[in-house]
């Protein structure tokens, strides 16, 4: 559908944070939309839902090349064309002691899973490169644990350290991020015996399960088979991706 930018706002180095109207379905966590970015590239992107009401919906992104660049020069009152939602989002349960694990880009869909979901409690590490971004919106959900890369904020190394400190008191983990963190955490699961679901990113395409550009190797009965990240996932079980 065709809808209006509120507001396209920075919020740290490459990274913004995109409002507009929306009177589309309301995603479930962990689901996705795609956005014309306009351009020479005639694909649309891909980006994950980070908050929604019954008037707008919220995605930060990240410029990685010509689709994103243009969309970040879009302005308040400029149109854009978004579909969705889309894909397999995050599966709920209720009165868990939960533990939310976020990489750089992959924080902003957890957001709006932190909000959504009714934990008994509520851990969520975030992890950062240096800069931060977020992270006073998850403050009200849970107890927030910060890592950066190079100890700017909070600790300093990668989000997975110090989760074994806590992991006897998990029920489920969520987690989205970069693949080597996605892989620390399928260990982690495997080894804790703890469920675990993950949001696995993948080049796009069509979105909606058309096209086959977005295989995600999961393993099945000793083997293994492809499933579309776009319409099987985003979310997976951490235990049947194959890294
Ligand atoms: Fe086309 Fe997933 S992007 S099948």
Known sequence: MKTKILSNEKIASGIYKLVYEWKGGIPSPGQFVMVDCKGKTFLKRPISVCSVDDKSMTIVYQVKGEGTKNLSEMKKGDTI???????????????????????GIGIPPLLYLAKKIKAKNLYIALGFKSEIFLVEEFKNLGEVIVTTEDGSFGKKGMVTQGIEDIIDKIDIIYGCGPKPMLKILQDISL????PCQISVEE??????????VCACKVKKDGGFEYKRVCKDGPVFWAEEVEF
């Open 191 to 194: 080894k804790n015996n703890i």
């Open 81 to 103: 064309e978004v579909t969705g939602p889309h894909g397999h989002g995050f599966e709920l349960y209720e009165d868990k002691n939960v533990l939310i694990v976020g990489g």
């Open 203 to 212: 080049r796009m395409a069509c979105g909606i399960g058309a096209c086959l």
